[in-house]
């Protein structure tokens, strides 16, 4: 086999790298039940181009929802629409969110973003903001004259980094939430749009990625911190004046505080699920298989057809049989399809074969039976023989711990487990009483 061949295939089968190459993109949205990258659009570009929206997205990690994100954008960048994308994860410190961490951060990549299409403003709160801030926190920072992106990157890169600044910037901020909602609205949001109009744009959306995988620890107030931000804390998030689209962690659409967010934000969190391997009979799902399929071997073979890709795979696998076996055992995890070729890659070359393929799915089963107690087990089978489980912590710690995954289609919405612990013995005990 070719070094660079495979080099580039290990490569292009990263699985924590979103697709932002079209050649590698595989459209699942038939078999998800609809398509989110063309409803989202449509809210935005066809029913309220002038007035600011704000959407929910949420799934399993890993799921694909930043692929999906990634597409969204290009389409709403083809609409005349200036988008702004962003990992939260690279500026937040997601064990610790409060609203005006996640409002400055869209401030900074907003400002940024404006300004690389020359676009530059000088919003006078906020330099009054950053030096009471700097002088009260007595922050070893110089401040003057910087740019809006500039002052909040230096202010929120200290305080990720210690605790104890964080806690008392967040004291500091709190009660200054309003000031700041009204400071981003008024002095970047409304002057930058107006701006970009003035280019040609027909508006400004910023899309916050990576929300979903903040931590659930506890708020003073007891609740978690998603229920925190996103039900009681909701009404904020959504008043900034441009689209907006916040992924948010799934647990949130399995709470019983579901009907608040709904009424918070106007509408239901979009759900991008797992692809249906099997149906909600436990048949297997052939488009589904047949899109997977493709998905892998686009990696390999990027610039052939889907039909010549099929003629080749017995240079990636050692049978078909072995490429199927892979799509079934992912559950239709897309990040874990990528991450078993991987694996398989790091314990032996090309064609990956029908034993090296069971040697990753044993470690991977391993790796995980060793964190499930009995209790889970329990509830796991339970959840799986009703097909549908109570949204309560003990199974949204299943559904986060990707123990139990979530499926929707046309025929409705089910749930079953990680097809890697369907085998297990004491799963299958609990299974059969």
Not at 23 to 47: H, K, Q, W
Not at 307 to 335: K, M, Q, Y
Request: with cysteine; aromatic share 6%.
């Amino acid at each position: 086999m070719d070094p660079a061949f495979l080099r580039n295939f290990f490569k292009a089968s990263n699985p924590g790298n979103p697709v932002s190459d079209p050649r590698y993109y595989i459209d699942f949205s038939d078999v998800r039940g609809g398509d989110m990258v063309r409803e989202l659009a449509r809210t935005i570009v066809d029913l309220s181009p002038d007035e600011a929206t704000t959407q929910l997205l949420t799934g399993h990690v890993g799921s694909g929802k930043s692929t999906e994100l990634l597409q969204l954008r290009q389409r709403l960048q083809q609409a005349g629409f200036h988008v702004v994308y962003f990992d939260s994860g690279q500026d937040l410190e997601l064990a610790d969110v409060e609203v005006t961490d996640i409002l400055l951060v869209m401030a900074r990549q907003i400002s940024a973003s404006l300004e690389a299409v020359g676009i530059k403003l000088q919003p006078p709160y906020f330099q009054r903001l950053f030096r009471s801030i700097v002088e009260t926190l007595q922050m070893p920072i110089e401040l003057s004259d910087v740019t809006l992106s500039v002052g909040i990157a230096e202010i929120t890169a200290q305080s990720k980094e210690s605790t104890n600044l964080r806690s008392q910037l967040h004291q500091y901020l709190e009660p200054r939430t309003k000031n700041i909602l009204d400071a981003i609205n008024g002095e970047l949001l409304t002057p930058g749009i107006a701006q970009l109009k003035a280019q040609g744009k027909q508006g400004l959306v910023a899309i916050a990625d990576n929300l979903e995988k903040m931590l659930r620890n506890a708020k003073p107030n007891g609740r978690s911190q998603p229920e925190y931000l996103f039900v009681d804390r909701g009404d904020q998030l959504k008043r900034l004046d441009c689209h907006v689209i916040y992924t948010i962690p799934l647990e949130l659409v399995f709470s019983n505080d579901l009907p608040m967010l709904m009424n918070r934000f106007g509408l239901r969190p979009r759900v991008l699920t797992m692809v249906p391997v099997k149906t909600i009979d436990g048949e297997i799902n052939p488009t589904s298989m047949a899109k997977l399929r493709q998905m892998v071997m686009a990696r390999a073979f990027p610039d052939l057809s889907a039909g010549d890709r099929l003629n080749r795979v017995t240079e990636i696998f050692d049978d078909p049989a072995t490429l199927d076996r892979l799509c079934l055992a992912s559950g239709g995890h897309v990040r874990n399809v990528l991450r078993y070729v991987t694996g398989c890659l790091r314990k032996q070359g090309l064609p990956i074969t029908t034993e090296t393929l069971a040697q990753e799915l044993r470690d991977e089963q391993n790796e995980l039976v060793g964190i499930i107690d009995a209790t889970e087990w329990q509830l796991l089978a339970q959840a799986v023989k009703a097909r549908t489980f109570q949204g309560n912590d003990e199974y949204n710690s299943l559904l986060m711990g990707l123990f139990l995954y979530e499926y929707r289609d046309d025929r409705g919405r089910w749930v079953d487990i990680n097809p890697v612990l369907a085998n297990n013995e004491v799963y299958q005990q609990w299974l059969a009483t």
